[in-house]
């Protein structure tokens, strides 16, 4: 139910009765005539841009079009006024019980109020957090692993087919700077006095369990042998633990991925995907062999004064074609990313997302450009970067983690504020911004926290139900008498801005989905919990607002419908977002 595309399809039919009486020419597109809440709501209820849209089209002032559709929106029956606006701007005012309608739409809707078919299962994959298995997760990898999450989440309810991925990037130079450093664990677990860390090296505790695990499992047969002898075992048992402890972590913000898939399996056995896909992009033409001008910027990594096999990356957007191998025949680190999205165009995905930390921007025209090769233009990818978080307590920075040396772990402030308030916090500001997490304020239980101003809105809304038991037992959410409750009884202003504001969800969710920009809808759900709390405020200050009417159970039933409506959005909403709707808060 999504009133809005109700509206929308209304004002259609209007201008094709238009164009039948010759008022409008024939052909016209109508794909962009939008019914959205005006800017100002004194204004009217919904607004519609058609005249604007269609005017260059139809050759005529947007004002005209605007006066004609005007006369025949009059006519509909759940229409209380129009209005032309400006050059043309459409103002429809709705009669009450077409908003108090909606709540038993809302409500007989269920769980599915807000889901949509706007992906009409399209499969979509989305790979986040992708965090090297070198040690535990910290503050930074949290916000891409939540900003993901919910994204997932939003797709999958706005009926897209998610698949949730995680690249393990285990084939690497620091992998092996994680063998050497757990080695190092290994000789201290078997009783070796190891001194200071040397520079180079991790040098947090967190690599104790895995020295101890290697000291069980080889006991004193690795020492003294050459690196080469022991550095592949090494860095596969300490890999293995370090991705154990990550979904640990993930599973703490109650994160699952579907896939993980590991760097090392490209390039395994016979298996060589990295040439394959090189010689996929040769077949296609995008391969050649040429000199590279010295870099400005920081990729002398995999600059080389030579002839070097590059991919023409730059017929598909990109500053520089890129080399794929390295002098000593060796791949590049881009090759390896390049098999890797060959690989997921595999699969079959042609619509792909990827969330990247900032310091991976550089990254996003090379990457971007193989996908749009390697599938003759026919995939997406839409690359989402999360900016830096800053980790405060009371406004001071937070020092760093003890365990893991250099950083505080993710682990660590999910254990001391909860699950709810860092996946909230970290949704509640658009990705591509800085945030400042404060981990004092988060728990504060005040307007200035939002994850508690959300929760406690469907916390007073169960509340109510509670309550109701005194005034009136047999009156529940679910009972005859509130589904069939007579809603004209909801007159109120206040009463009636928040089944607006409920009507609004379809179509935040679809835009939210299409965007790719889940902090809309903790936006939304703050606006929605501000409009509950102020409602409630209303009804201390005067009595007859109240949802509880123990002389009028009719007017009480009517308000359980309204409150339970609400509580079922913000569950919702809270639900896409990873986030729990308590019953209470203490």
Not at 202 to 218: E, F, I, T
Not at 393 to 415: C, H, I, Q, Y
Not at 501 to 523: C, D, M, N, S, T
């Amino acid at each position: 139910m999504n009133i809005y595309a109700d509206v929308e399809q209304r004002i259609i039919k209007a201008l094709e009765a238009l164009q039948r009486e010759g008022k409008l020419p024939a052909g016209l597109a109508f794909s962009g005539v939008e019914a959205t809440p005006p800017r100002d709501p004194i204004h009217g209820d919904i607004a519609s841009n058609a005249a604007m849209v269609l005017a260059k089209a139809a050759k005529m002032k947007p004002r005209d079009i605007a006066d004609a559709l005007a006369d025949k929106m009059r006519a509909d029956p759940d229409v209380l006024a129009v209005d032309v606006a400006g050059p043309g701007f459409l103002n429809l005012t709705f009669k009450p019980k077409f908003w108090q309608d909606a709540i038993k739409a809302i409500r007989a809707s269920g769980d599915a109020y807000g889901r949509g078919d706007l992906g009409k299962g399209e499969r979509v994959n989305v790979e986040y957090v992708s965090a090297n298995p070198t040690g535990p997760m910290h503050v930074g990898h949290c916000r891409g692993a939540v900003f993901g999450d919910a994204l997932a989440n939003l797709l999958a309810f706005a009926g897209y087919n998610v698949t949730r991925e995680y690249y393990i990037n285990d084939a690497g130079a620091q992998v092996d700077v994680l063998a050497r450093s757990a080695y190092l664990r290994y000789r201290e677990a078997l009783g070796e006095n190891i001194g200071a860390i040397p520079e180079g090296l991790y040098p947090g505790d967190y690599l104790k369990p895995v020295g101890a695990v290697l000291a069980k499992k080889h006991g004193k047969a690795l020492l003294g042998k050459p690196e080469s002898e022991w550095l592949a075992d090494v860095r596969t048992v300490a890999s293995a633990m370090m991705m154990d402890a990550i979904r640990e972590d993930l599973a703490a913000l109650n994160i699952k991925h579907d896939v993980f898939f590991s760097e090392l399996s490209l390039k395994h056995h016979n298996t060589d995907e990295i040439r394959d896909s090189i010689e996929d992009l040769r077949r296609r033409g995008h391969i050649y062999e040429g000199n590279l001008e010295k870099p400005k910027g920081h990729d002398v990594d995999e600059w080389e004064d030579r002839e070097q096999t590059l991919f023409r990356s730059t017929a598909f957007g990109d500053d520089v074609d890129r080399a794929l191998k390295k002098s000593d025949g060796s791949y590049t680190y881009f090759a390896a990313d390049v098999a890797y999205h060959h690989n997921k165009l595999g699969r079959g995905f042609l619509n792909l997302i990827n969330v990247f930390g900032a310091d991976h921007v550089g990254y996003i025209k090379r990457i971007t450009s193989a996908v749009r090769a390697l599938s003759d233009q026919k995939a997406t990818l839409d690359i989402k970067v999360c900016q830096l978080v800053r980790l405060l307590r009371n406004g001071e920075p937070v020092k760093m983690s003890k365990r893991a040396g250099t950083f505080v772990t993710l682990r660590e402030v999910v254990d001391e504020v909860g699950s709810d308030p860092v996946r909230f916090m970290m949704l509640y500001r658009k990705n591509d911004a800085s945030l400042d997490f404060d981990m004092a304020k988060v728990i504060e239980q005040s307007k200035e926290n939002p994850v508690f101003y959300v929760q406690m809105a469907h916390a007073r809304a169960k509340s109510v139900f509670r309550n109701i038991k005194d005034v009136f037992p047999d009156l529940t959410p679910d009972s005859p008498e509130v589904l069939n409750a007579d809603l004209s009884k909801l007159s109120d202003p206040g009463e009636l801005d928040l089944v607006k504001k409920l009507a609004w969800y379809p179509v935040l969710v679809a835009g939210a989905a299409e965007a790719h920009e889940p902090h809309r809808l903790a936006f939304y759900l703050y606006e929605l919990a501000s409009a509950v709390h102020g409602q409630w405020s209303r009804g201390n200050d005067s009595p007859h607002l109240r949802f509880i009417q123990s002389t009028d159970r009719g007017l009480t039933a009517a308000r359980m419908a309204l409150v339970a409506a609400n509580a079922q959005v913000l569950s919702s909403g809270l639900g896409v977002l990873g986030v729990a709707a308590p019953d209470e808060l203490r």
